[in-house]
């Protein structure tokens, strides 16, 4: 007798660790994780928001305004002010949703990218001599340096991330074994196109 069972491709990841009252501080008050702090992705995160803040004051007190090197460094700056405060305090833990790590990596990436990106533009139109605006242009491109750093100390979690992802999700496949037929089902309504992949196993 030959039975189908059907498992639809769906992604999942380990749950959280149990929650436990201790690393939140007494009475659900908000601590700082000096762990983080003293870590180097956490001394990395409090160089990028001072190189961040030089940039603008270079900017500020140079001729030409730079205005995309301008917008990426405050953006950037905030967005890592942002994470930077829930990742160094019990934030952290309270909101496990979220894989603050695997964020850090994608920020900092983009960060990279857009701080590398608005350099070059900035350096192809900088004019003769040292002043404040060539100091933002170095600064910039440090700080797109820093950034790459902290990508490359991240990506371990982020890859790790990935594979668990995939390992959970082939892992009720390779459980039930037998001979394996994937369908995919296409559903169109209008301009949305839906597709759903589903997963028979024959025994």
């Not at 603050?100 to 004019?127: E, K, P, R």
């Not at 390779?174 to 559903?187: H, L, N």
């Amino acid at each position: 007798m030959e039975s189908a069972r059907q498992f639809d491709d769906i992604a999942t990841v380990d749950p959280p660790p149990p929650y436990r009252p201790s690393d939140q501080g007494q009475n659900g008050s908000i601590t700082l994780d000096l762990d983080y702090m003293k870590s180097i992705p956490g001394m990395l995160k409090a160089i990028e928001m001072v190189l961040y803040i030089i940039i603008l004051i270079c900017v500020g007190v140079g001729i030409h305004a730079w205005i995309h090197l301008r917008g990426v460094a405050i953006w950037a700056l905030i967005w890592t002010i942002l994470l930077y405060g829930v990742m160094a305090t019990s934030v952290r833990e309270k909101i496990r949703v979220i894989h603050w790590s695997a964020s850090d990596f994608l920020s900092t990436g983009l960060h990279f990218m857009m701080m590398l990106i608005a350099s070059i533009v900035a350096a192809t139109h900088a004019g003769r001599g040292i002043s404040a605006d060539d100091a933002a242009i170095a600064f910039g491109f440090i700080t797109a340096a820093v950034c790459f750093y902290h990508c490359y100390l991240r990506y371990p979690d982020f890859k790790s991330l990935v594979d668990r992802a995939q390992a959970s999700r082939h892992s009720t496949t390779a459980q039930a074994g037998g001979q394996v037929r994937t369908t995919v089902t296409t559903v169109q309504q209008g301009d949305v196109v839906t597709e759903r992949t589903v997963t028979t196993v024959h025994q």
